[in-house]
């Protein structure tokens, strides 16, 4: 389990709250909510927002900010746009190949 999922489950056990509770709550289902929690899926930064308010936390509470060159948070466009010269990248690569 990463130390996001644990705080987020923490965040929940100390209110006293049950999946179900926050689900209704925050609007994302209690399937996705336990997934979240087990570490089986990383949330959005939206999410991670939305939980954070739900529980009324500082905003952001659960991001890492410790220096970690392994990770960094882009945006969805800037990310469709990075994949995208990737795959200009791969044909140009393709077609200079002999």
Not at 60 to 80: G, L, Q
């Amino acid at each position: 389990m990463s130390d996001i999922a644990a705080e987020i489950k923490q965040a929940r056990k100390t209110r006293g709250l049950t999946l179900d509770t926050v689900s209704k709550g925050t609007g994302l289902s209690v399937s996705y909510l336990s997934d979240i929690e087990r570490g089986r899926t990383v949330p959005s930064v939206k999410t991670l927002r939305r939980l954070c308010a739900y529980h009324g936390l500082p905003d952001m509470m659960f991001v890492d900010t410790k220096d970690d060159d392994r990770y960094v948070v882009v945006s969805r466009e800037s990310w469709e746009r990075i994949m995208s010269l990737i795959g200009e990248l791969q044909k140009i690569s393709a077609e200079a190949t002999p």
